[in-house]
């Protein structure tokens, strides 16, 4: 029986099961439909720093602090049929401090960006923002509060 409660940095490595040696998220892709609208939103929009691009720009690596962000040609790693349109398949997170929320919002707002739902304090003591990437992804830049 494993004690639930012991945070997990102070469990002993691989605890007696092989996916128990997996340490960290590296990185996240996105299969972008509109890779070009894609491309745009994350490196002028998001401000993304651009770390790497491979196969004719069908795979691009943004570093997003210390992770990437990988955008990726549906199929290209995988042979999975490319989800419709107004489909999100995934929801990001960014935290940032509780100031940047709203000058996040704004900064998006400058940009022609659509807010699904504008930064407000949670329940949940988050300040969050809600919005989507070109191909519907919903994105949240939140704080704790």
């Not at 491309?39 to 491979?54: G, P, T």
């Not at 040609?73 to 999100?88: E, H, S, Y």
């Not at 935290?95 to 919002?105: L, S």
Request: hydrophobic fraction near 45%.
């Amino acid at each position: 029986m494993t004690d639930t409660h012991t945070p997990p940095h102070s469990r002993p490595p691989f605890s007696g099961h092989p996916l128990r040696a997996i340490r960290a998220l590296d990185y996240t892709i996105l299969f972008a439909r509109d890779m070009a609208a894609m491309r745009r939103f994350y490196a002028e929009v998001m401000r993304f720093e651009h770390y790497f691009e491979l196969l004719n720009g069908d795979w691009v690596e943004y570093r997003v602090g210390g992770n990437i962000l990988a955008l990726c040609k549906p199929g290209l790693v995988i042979p999975d049929a490319t989800l419709p349109i107004g489909t999100a398949a995934t929801h990001l997170a960014f935290r940032v401090r509780r100031e940047e929320v709203d000058a996040a919002e704004a900064a998006l707002r400058a940009e022609g960006v659509a807010i699904v739902s504008p930064s407000t304090d949670q329940p949940w003591a988050h300040r969050t923002l809600f919005f989507r990437d070109p191909d519907g992804n919903l994105l949240e830049i939140y704080a704790d509060i």
